[in-house]
């Protein structure tokens, strides 16, 4: 099975930056997504970035375009995606989670903006204070 562990979450003063990491591990196939949600409580889970295996790209959901930067490390058959994020603002403060599934195409699908992948991580929390 797919293992997602994330780590580098932490309290951080708005303005301030934070990388998350995500080590991924047991994909028996090249292709696949992995993206970072965040969900604050009361609230639904939302997608903040995604990159597909196959080509690399890269998604962002407005809010974050230009602060925040995923990218890719891969290691044989594991993989770990960062999530740099820049000038944090208090509105960024939540659980962060990793998670991924076998179609690179689900970067990009709007029916999974909140969820609906396979594969989740525990999650690491992210504060930023004011």
């Known amino acids: 099975d797919v293992q997602l562990e994330e780590s580098g979450g932490g309290l951080v003063q708005a303005g301030g930056s934070l990388r998350l990491s995500c080590a991924a591990s047991?994909?028996?196939?090249?292709?696949?997504?992995i993206g970072w949600y965040r969900q604050v409580p009361g609230k639904e889970r939302e997608r903040v970035s995604c990159?597909?295996?196959?080509?690399?790209?890269?998604?962002?959901e407005d809010s974050v375009k230009g602060r925040f930067t995923i990218s890719r490390d891969k290691d044989n058959d594991k993989s770990t995606v960062y999530l740099q994020m820049n000038n944090l603002e208090p509105g960024d403060t939540a659980v962060y989670y990793c998670?991924?599934?076998?179609?690179?195409?689900?970067?990009?699908?709007?029916?999974?903006?909140?969820?609906?992948?396979?594969?989740w991580g525990k999650g690491t929390r992210v504060t930023v204070s004011t």
């Open positions: 047991g994909f028996t196939s090249d292709d696949y997504a």
């Open positions: 998670a991924a599934d076998y179609q690179p195409w689900h970067c990009s699908d709007i029916a999974r903006r909140n969820g609906g992948m396979d594969y």
């Open positions: 990159i597909e295996s196959t080509d690399g790209a890269t998604h962002y």
